[in-house]
């Protein structure tokens, strides 16, 4: 079995969400397996778009050692106001620096490189050239199809983003496997290329919510019906939709929701959230926080664009399945995700334009506890059996 694996991407340790999570996850479970692990990465920055305060003084490349992972460094530049020509300029400032960092490593057996950034690849493929080791490449996100998915792009922002693709392209024909995270993805990505592909989903640490000594989480005490967003405040969702549902729900009474969340978005909706007195907003909270935050709600909500489909495989369904709790969630009905909850009969899937019958739905299980634990329970039953952390890593390393 090859011992020595190298993982470049731009979040990591201490970074506790969506990528940076699984990535660190990933590189740590790898250590415990007996691999010897290096990762080469970005300053901590995400979700806030803020490089954290213990790291701002730190020199322009570190070295660390993170729970046997040799970890190195260097400092990307980070918008405050993550525009489209201002996020190149923060892709290329840590494609830059990490390929000083590539020559700081030992010889890999395996280079695993995590999109987004598809520089990452790049970069790793440069290390493949130089030292023959085996090239696998991880998509968390198809960056470039989401952003246009996403209507990101207009006019000549058009001509940087085929010539992204055509890098992306390039460096897929390099690779000696890749892998994503949905079979949709997988679908997608058959499209793009012949190289071999690997079904390697997100998963997550059921048994943080089987402890039933979970204690409601401070954002969460009241006794109302209380409903929950948490996550990133992106472009990938539709908080106009959100908005349009919130103006419905102010009919009801006994009702709270809550955000919890950062991200590039957060300053809009702030601004709009100052109209509804039964919405509160807080910043995320340590991923510790996390099953306690999610098991305290009453019902999760996610309203994704309609338009994106099968680009982006949102990480957070799982903590809000696996916390026992139902969902509903809005998107083409033609994604991986609405196929998950027809599986599952955990919570409800719609189309991005049915306001009136999600409010109906939640009238519905605001009256209906029994119809809530119901659905909680076949939610958290199917990830448990298709999505736990122990299951998907030891198929990850015996595919190693």
């Not at 055509?166 to 997608?188: C, L, P, R, W």
């Not at 405040?233 to 729900?249: E, H, P, R, S, T």
Request: hydrophobic letters at 40%; charged letters at 25%; one cysteine or more.
């Amino acid at each position: 079995m090859s011992k020595s694996v190298l993982i470049i991407g731009i979040n990591y340790h201490p970074e506790d969400s969506a990528i940076g999570l699984y990535t660190t996850q990933k590189a740590e479970y790898l250590v415990s397996k007996g691999f010897d692990v290096t990762v080469i990465t970005g300053f901590p920055y995400y979700p806030q778009w803020e490089i954290r305060q213990d790291y701002k003084t730190k020199k322009y490349l570190i070295k660390e050692n993170i729970n046997g992972v040799k970890v190195y460094r260097s400092k990307q530049y980070v918008p405050k106001d993550p525009t489209f020509i201002k996020r190149i300029i923060h892709l290329i400032s840590f494609t830059f620096g990490n390929f000083i960092n590539l020559f700081k490593v030992n010889r890999p057996d395996i280079i695993i490189s995590i999109i987004p950034f598809t520089t990452s690849a790049l970069l790793g493929w440069l290390l493949k050239i130089r030292y023959r080791s085996k090239f696998w490449i991880h998509i968390q996100d198809f960056e470039f199809d989401a952003a246009i998915d996403s209507g990101l792009l207009k006019g000549k922002k058009e001509v940087i983003i085929k010539l992204l693709q055509q890098i992306e392209k390039y460096v897929f024909k390099k690779a000696d496997v890749i892998s994503t995270i949905s079979h949709g993805m997988i679908n997608k990505l058959k499209g793009k290329t012949k190289t071999k592909t690997y079904y390697l989903t997100n998963w997550i640490d059921v048994e943080k919510f089987t402890d039933i000594k979970i204690e409601k989480h401070r954002y969460l005490k009241s006794e109302t019906f209380k409903i929950l967003y948490s996550g990133n405040i992106g472009a990938k969702q539709d908080w106009n939709f959100f908005l349009k549902v919130l103006k419905g729900l102010e009919k009801l009474t006994n009702v709270e929701v809550i955000v919890v969340g950062e991200g590039a978005e957060k300053e809009f909706l702030l601004r709009e959230l100052k109209c509804f007195n039964f919405v509160k907003h807080f910043n995320l909270v340590a991923y510790n926080e996390l099953p306690s935050l999610l098991s305290s709600a009453d019902l999760h909500i996610l309203f994704q664009k309609n338009d994106v489909i099968d680009t982006v495989m949102p990480s957070k369904i799982l903590g809000m399945m696996a916390s026992a709790k139902p969902s509903i969630v809005t998107g083409n009905q033609m994604s991986e995700v609405a196929k998950i909850f027809d599986d599952s009969n955990g919570g409800f899937y719609f189309d991005g334009k049915s306001i009136n019958p999600i409010i109906k739905q939640i009238e519905i299980l605001k009256e209906d506890k029994t119809l809530c634990s119901k659905l909680g329970l076949n939610a958290k039953t199917y990830i448990e059996e298709n999505f736990s952390k122990d299951k998907i890593l030891n198929e990850f390393v015996n595919e190693l």
